[in-house]
């Protein structure tokens, strides 16, 4: 498979019926939840995407969580931001850990950050926050810290 990010957006349109968003060297993959482990498979083996450079997730507000993850084939420069939206109410994600050993620490974060559980992960416990802490996932944008006046 060529190395261009076009090549890599047809690649993708072809196995996972998703159109790509290519801007400079970063394909930018929207991807159904189901999808998410399975493309990361076809990232890693097909794409050549062996570094996992982060994880993490943005807060939509009522359009709910988007799980993110950009993963990069360093020989050939080009990079895949793939991107699942969760929905409203929705805190479940499929594991990368068995694609990625480097997601097993990005996504306790963002378990404890923003309260994703990441079904198949296989030691999901909290990473920053104390065993305590019961103020809720504090990246959230409904998180209230009750010791002080929010700034909005």
Not at 26 to 40: E, G, N, S
Not at 57 to 69: N, P, Q
Not at 91 to 113: I, N, Q, S, Y
Request: charged share 25%; hydrophobic share 45%; proline share 5%.
């Amino acid at each position: 498979m060529s190395a261009t990010p076009a090549a890599v957006a047809d690649a993708v349109r072809q196995h996972f019926a998703v159109e790509s968003r290519v801007e400079d060297r970063v394909v930018t993959v929207p991807l159904a939840r189901d999808q998410w482990p399975a493309f990361a498979r076809f990232a890693r083996e097909t794409l050549g995407c062996l570094y996992l450079n982060f994880l993490s997730a943005i807060d939509w507000k009522d359009e709910g969580l988007e799980v993110i993850c950009r993963v990069e084939n360093l020989a050939t420069g080009v990079t895949v931001m793939m991107r699942t939206k969760l929905g409203a109410g929705e805190l479940h994600c499929p594991t990368v850990v068995d694609v990625w050993k480097g997601a097993d620490w990005m996504e306790r974060e963002c378990f404890d950050m923003f309260g994703v559980t990441f079904d198949g992960h296989p030691d999901l416990r909290r990473l920053l926050l104390g065993d305590n802490w019961l103020g809720g996932p504090p990246l959230r944008k409904d998180f209230v810290d009750t010791g002080h006046a929010p700034y909005r």
